[in-house]
C-alpha cells in the first residue's frame, strides 16, 4: 500500500471553506488512516508531500497539520517536503445553476464533432 500524497485547499472563497471545514471534521479519519499504515509501510524510497493552497499566509494557517505530517513522516523514514502557494482570485464564482447551464450547452463546435461522420474501417490489404 503506498501513500501518494496529501492535499489541503485553504480558499477563501465559500467552496474553498465548506472544503476546509470537511476536512477538519474528517481530520480524525484521516489521522487514523496515517496511523494505521505507518507500521505496514515497506522501506522502500518514498516521500510524503503537502501542497497548501490559499490567500494570504496558508502555510501558517496549516501550521498544525504541517508539523503532524512531517512527525509522521519522520516515523514512517520518509523525505517530507511542503509547498505554500497563493491562488488566484477568480474573477467571479458561478452558481450550480450558471455551472449545470454551460455543461448543457452544445456549442456549434461540439454539434460538429458529435455529427461528425466517421470514416469507412478498412480492414484488408488491398481495401
Not at 505507518?38 to 496549516?62: C, F, H, M, T, W
Not at 463546435?109 to 490489404?125: A, E, S, T, V
Amino acid at each position: 500500500m503506498g501513500f501518494a500524497g496529501l492535499c489541503l485547499t485553504l480558499a477563501p472563497s465559500e467552496r474553498g471553506r465548506k472544503i476546509a471545514e470537511a476536512f477538519v471534521r474528517n481530520a480524525n479519519i484521516h489521522r487514523t488512516w496515517i496511523e494505521d499504515w505507518l507500521p505496514r509501510r515497506d522501506n522502500r524510497k518514498a516521500a510524503l508531500v503537502a501542497l497548501i493552497a490559499g490567500d494570504g499566509e496558508p502555510e501558517s494557517q496549516a501550521a498544525p497539520m504541517l508539523a503532524y505530517l512531517q512527525r509522521a513522516a519522520r516515523l514512517a523514514r520518509m523525505d517530507f517536503f511542503n509547498h505554500a502557494f497563493d491562488l488566484p482570485r477568480p474573477e467571479r464564482e458561478f452558481s450550480v445553476q450558471q455551472i449545470t447551464e454551460r455543461a448543457r450547452a452544445v456549442t456549434p463546435l461540439l454539434q460538429d464533432i458529435l455529427h461528425q461522420k466517421m470514416p469507412n474501417p478498412r480492414w484488408g490489404i488491398n481495401e
